[in-house]
């Protein structure tokens, strides 16, 4: 058995008593936040080594900041492990149920899906928030965090082991790989007797990366080439102010907005509004030959690959259409099914958008970066599912579940 | 292009007007009911031909009966469509919703899921039955049947195109992959633009060869190594009655059970009268030493594989435990997490069965053959589900769905 075969058996067994550990799991949480609270400067300390290294291989400024833990990040994570606690135990709730004509009594219960493998890039605070999800969710997990925070990864997850431990549970519910190796990723990705899923959270590559070489089963989180349509109909001081918001607030992000689509009818009055807007934050609009007859030689020409891409920057690109058909056959082509937007005061045509466009979140009038847990009322998020099966759009607790037939009878036969 | 993706982009095509087709896709299913009773001699002639090229290829009895159709069977096909066609659409369901605290209402609603393809064995009903199915939930669907049947199925997809297309529908909703060679199905299990989820439907070989080679997201489906655990506090003759049932009213399906594992305080009281109610319909018995010493050594010694193996035959593997814990831990090594019952009279022991044993379905006193679609009020079923993730158990329609979220504002950003 390798390293992380051992892990994945170690998980497995910590994963059938977690299934049933019940109010233990809230204990585990509660003295996990404590724990991390208590040992604020440890983890300062292994953050500052990891700090050090990232300077020395010349990581950049935003890199380092993402990596850094301070006394106030690190009470910002305790915080979060609470507000979990307090969230309902999925497990054991039932969907549906009743009695069939023959008398047997059926219920479907939610039940932990097992094991769960985290792949994740630099930032220290996912270590406790995704290990905290899948606990209270009576997942065991496996962690995989990237080189840049593994003295910071070791520390938590250390602390973490000791208070989950501290509760009368297995310590080995949560786990971290310590190799971070490109093989130690490949092995997990492969863990096909031990891992029951496995979620990566970070950039496009490292999702790629996961869903082209996994043999075990993935949920595709992230990707997000947004588009807002400004339909013909539109409010135009709605349409720019949704458009400045969903595009720099926070460009990174995956629920930002990447290309902005215009009926051609109102393009002469609202395209100059909007870029009004986003001037004020120096935003680089790539524009359609419509668009750059309205706007000006400023804007750039955008080409093919403008259309595919997720800037993640102060960038947009913005393409005219005659009609909202072009719109949402544009989205269809380009989307990468996370959210968009149509601004509209047209009834009929909120329908047919919301109808026809196949994304996770549909928008009518309001901004995509509302696409995340907390703002959809999950209470705490892993991730945004991209993908079809078992979920799709920000994944809560729920979501890290799976059901049980329970069929309870006094003797029946088929 | 090859043959297959031009299939794929057909299907995805006609998956868009699908998903918005509504009662459309009634008048679909009912004319295919028609046609195909209408039709029935033009498919008795085209089964005629696979029945004589399966005798000439020595197909056995057995095979030569699942892949033969008449009238009657034919009628049962036209009928089981007729009762898809009555069952609620499951598009467009709300799931949930509520208004957030912004003003922005929420609404998560079914979709389908797109493009599903479903490679299935020698039995020609199952065209007409998965085709359905996916046509009811909005979903395209590409068919890969085995060579036995291909001439049966060629004529029921051709009979199922034109009644679709004259409802007003896209022929290229239902689509046969008609070079039934081993290349065909690798490529479909490749098709990554164009499906969104394949269903494997039939024997062991089939299941794992899908799981193991596709790039494109698998339900699997239908492997079943069941168990009933008889409790020191059973009711033997409930046992005796369930073990016969859940064994020999049919040995061949997949919530069959194949292991019986008894607690060793009523073995003696329980196996001789087990045996005698096996020994109606020639149960083979494979035992441990503790059995064979209780039913003597008629009974064929058990080896490890015994436990491992679905025999899908009147052959039954019987155990003896020392106690429930055991028995669970033996399910745990070895179920395929389909189903699983226990006989007992002991409350306490019931609810530990069912809480700590994680299989789909988990019975008490009841029999594993009612894990089914129909048996559990689904109304109709593609296959069930052993896997966590997605779905798990019998699948019906709404199983056949994906989600979509719908937020409809007036202005709001983030």
């Not at 010349?58 to 915080?79: F, P, V």
């Not at 080189?147 to 431990?165: F, L, R, V």
């Not at 990707?223 to 720019?240: F, K, L, P, Q, R």
């Not at 995509?368 to 703002?375: E, H, I, K, Q």
Request: glycine share 8%; hydrophobic share 40%; charged share 25%.
């Amino acid at each position: 058995m390798t390293v992380i075969e051992k892990m994945g058996a170690k998980a497995k067994k910590a994963s059938k008593m977690l299934s049933i550990a019940g109010e233990k799991k809230n204990d585990a949480l509660k003295a996990i936040a404590k724990a991390l609270t208590d040992n604020a400067e440890k983890i300062i300390e292994a953050n500052k080594i990891d700090l050090e290294n990232g300077r020395q291989n010349n990581l950049s400024e935003s890199l380092l900041d993402r990596l850094m833990l301070d006394d106030s990040r690190i009470k910002g994570i305790a915080q979060g492990v609470l507000e979990v606690a307090a969230l309902p135990d999925p497990v054991g709730t039932v969907i549906s149920g009743g009695k069939r004509p023959n008398g047997l009594e059926i219920t479907k219960v939610r039940v932990p899906i097992g094991v769960i493998g985290i792949i994740f890039e630099s930032r220290p605070n996912v270590t406790a928030d995704a290990a905290v999800l899948c606990l209270k969710s009576g997942n065991a997990v496996i962690l995989r965090g990237g080189k840049e925070a593994i003295n910071s990864n070791k520390c938590i997850t250390g602390i973490m082991q000791d208070a989950i431990e501290s509760a009368g549970l297995d310590r080995n519910c949560v786990q971290l790989i310590e190799d971070t190796s490109r093989q130690s990723s490949v092995e997990l990705m492969c863990l096909t007797d031990y891992l029951d899923v496995l979620i990566p959270r970070g950039g496009k590559g490292l999702i790629r990366a996961v869903v082209e070489n996994a043999k075990v089963p993935v949920i595709e989180t992230g990707a997000g080439n947004c588009h807002v349509y400004v339909d013909e109909s539109a409010d135009i001081d709605m349409a720019a102010n949704i458009i400045y918001n969903a595009k720099t607030s926070r460009p990174s992000v995956c629920n930002a907005i990447e290309t902005v689509l215009v009926h051609k009818n109102i393009a002469e009055k609202a395209l100059p509004v909007i870029k009004a807007r986003l001037d004020e934050k120096n935003v680089q609009i790539r524009g359609c030959d419509e668009t750059r007859k309205i706007l000006g030689d400023s804007v750039i020409p955008a080409d093919e690959s403008d259309w595919e891409t997720e800037y993640g920057d102060y960038i947009l690109a913005v393409k005219t259409v005659k009609d909202i058909d072009e719109a949402t056959e544009h989205i269809a082509k380009y989307s990468t099914g996370h959210s968009e937007c149509i601004i509209t005061k047209d009834y009929k045509n909120a329908k047919k958008f919301t109808s026809v466009v196949d994304s996770a979140a549909v928008y009518v009038n309001a901004s995509t970066r509302f696409t995340d847990g907390g703002m959809f009322g999950l209470g705490a998020e892993i991730g945004i599912s991209t993908q079809k099966l078992h979920t799709r759009g920000p994944m809560g607790l729920n979501e890290l579940t799976s059901v049980k037939f329970i069929i309870e009878g006094d003797g029946q036969v088929r």
